[in-house]
């Protein structure tokens, strides 16, 4: 055997998950796209910013992948759907823009820009991380993911959330009631 070029330097994926709870962090693009259903939304990349407790955590990530084309981690991402189910503003973008203002003196969102998303490049916001249960090829794990946007300066001291659990109907449950209440909010989609 050979010994394969770049074996020196390749990562042994020694992955350490985001930690749960507050983090300070510095948006790095946001960029104006339309989900699924033709509706608005905006696409916020972020990082742990330099005084966070795992500074620069996305940018490790991005930088020790090797895939030949590399993307910005999927959980240094978050899809905020402009409007709701009303077509009203949803409180996920109210709560994202009134974070960003509330995090940067002085700073206050230019509706009028023409490129929306470069108005919010390198300023801070905090985030509050939580465990979400997700499914991928059948195989169910728990991940560490930005549950939402806050006050930069009030990101330490912020609740960890509760697990959010995948919602897997019973046999016996298997239609929704009437009563229902279905929570789009957190979908990019």
Known sequence: MFKPKNYDNVSTGSFVPAEVGGHRMTIKK?????????????????????????????????MDDVRPEKKWPINGT??????????????????????VEDSNPGFRINWDAKDFGLQFKGLKVGGV????ENEYNGRVTMRS????????????SMRIP???LLNKPTVANTQPSASAVVDDDDVPF
């Open 129 to 132: 991380f939580g465990l979400v």
């Open 30 to 62: 946001v960029e104006e796209r339309k989900n699924r259903n033709g509706g608005d939304m905006i696409v916020v990349a972020f990082d742990f910013d330099h005084t966070d407790k795992q500074p620069e955590y996305f940018k490790k990530m991005f």
């Open 145 to 156: 993911q930005l549950r939402w946007f806050c006050n930069y300066d009030r990101a330490d």
């Open 78 to 99: 978050n899809y905020v759907n402009v409007l709701d189910t009303k077509n009203e503003c949803s409180r996920n973008f109210k709560t994202f823009c009134t974070a």
């Open 162 to 164: 509760t697990e959010k």
